[in-house]
């Protein structure tokens, strides 16, 4: 059988273009790849980045409150909002620039279209050409999802924050996951009155309770109004925004409605059934331990499959894949003990491994934790507590979990990962010597447990 190419992806996102670069440029496969929108996917063009960019524009207000106290004499602040996206849209232009020039410089032929599949080693563009090729990367990522509900079709998502003309005055944020949580902390922070709505008790479902307790409590106390237990019955569109009933019955008029209610795999219209691929409960691409798909040709990596939707999780994805099918290296990705972080502000919350209530459920556990006032915002009169916490098996001493509440939490975490990753125990961790002053100290100077369960 005749082949146009060895290996045609579709998405140009994280771990769709990492794939196509080694398999071309590493172990000289021939590689086309298609994407209809913009070259970097969610992660860079309006996701990760963008959003990131964002968090740093918000913490400003709270650092000029905090010179302040300093001895800095601060003039009162104030925020253009279209000198920054203007900033944003050039960074952005910059990286979406890069990727092109990374697949460029690999070899990679690159369709700016969509394409679809046709079998199962056939794409179909949106030009109307067809690519047979001898393996298909399935790397689409995933979109946000907004219930079907009276008035839906005036709500903003995350897609849409990046290139809004002007910042509303008042905002709902609907949503209780990380990326609501997120943009209401970066909308309260460029001095945007937020509501955030979540329908369950707590926000942030899936993290380690004390820490989601605390990341609400320096959410409420930094002006967001949260309401838990909370949700929207209907939307309609008004000369002053858009009128909210809630389901506590209440009625309020925002100028701008954010859902954030989660995302979902990108898989709507792709051809899936001419292949015989069905979809798993969520619309995900369902794939085995080295990303292939029920077809043998078709393979899938990153949020289109549903496993861990994080960006540097895509990207090792598609590396083991270029490496196992074209570089004969073989390997699986390793999805154990994966870090994570959560950009709210002041404090940011970084995690990895068990939760205190799922290691409970596992077997005998032992609780370290702390919370204090550290020494930066105690010194400006910021009241604030930040937290630290290990979790430890009581029988072989590992460290099972590591969750940090706290200003760079997310930069903290990622050292403490290593350590954990190599499967550290608390007298590893004791027998480190602290970095003094520093809030990271903490975590190995805790002597005794708080919990034992």
Known sequence: MTFDVDLFVIGGGSGGVRAARIAAGEHGARVALAEEYRMGGTCVIRGCVPKKLMVYAS????????????????QTPTF????????????????????RSGLAGAGVRVHDCRATLEDAHTVRLATGETVRAKHILLATGGRPFVPDLPGAEHVLTSNDIFKLDALPKTVLVVGGGFIACEFASILNGLGVK????????????????????????????SGVSLKCGTDVSA???????????????????????????GRVPNT??????????????????????????????????????????????????????????????????????????????????????????????????????????????????????????????????????????????????????????????????????????????????LRKPVRVA
């Open 59 to 74: 913490s400003y207000l709270g650092a000029f409150e905090e010179a302040r106290a300093y001895g800095w004499n601060v």
């Open 235 to 261: 939307m309609t569109k008004t000369p002053q925004g858009i009128r909210v009933i809630s389901t506590d019955g209440a009625e309020t008029n925002y100028e701008a409605v954010v859902y954030a209610t």
């Open 80 to 99: 253009d909002w279209m000198t920054f996206r203007h900033r944003l849209d050039a960074e952005l232009d910059r990286l979406e620039a890069a990727y």
């Open 194 to 221: 937020v509501t955030q709505f979540y329908r369950g008790t707590q926000i942030l479902r899936g993290f380690d309770h004390e820490a989601r307790d605390r990341v609400a409590d320096q959410i409420i106390a």
């Open 268 to 445: 709507q219209a792709m051809g899936l059934e001419k292949v015989g691929l069905a979809p798993g409960p969520r619309g995900e691409i369902c794939v085995d331990g080295w990303s292939q798909t029920a077809v043998p040709s078709i393979y899938a990596v990153g949020d289109v499959t549903d496993r861990i939707n994080l960006t540097p999780v895509a990207i090792r994805e598609g590396h083991a894949f270029a490496d196992t099918i074209f570089g004969a290296r073989p390997r699986k990705v390793d999805h154990d003990l994966v870090a994570s972080a959560v950009f709210t502000h002041p404090f940011e919350l970084g995690t990895i491994g068990l939760t205190e209530e799922d290691a409970r459920a596992a077997g005998p556990i032992e609780v370290y934790a702390t919370s204090f006032k550290p020494m930066r915002a105690a010194f400006a009169g910021n009241g604030q507590k930040v937290m630290m916490k290990l979790i430890v098996c009581a029988e072989t001493r590992r460290v099972l979990g590591c969750h940090i509440v706290a200003p760079e939490a997310g930069e903290m975490i990622q050292l403490a990962a290593i350590a954990i990753k190599m499967g550290a125990t608390k007298e590893d961790f004791d027998r480190t010597c602290a970095v003094h002053p520093t809030m990271a100290e903490e975590l190995v100077t």
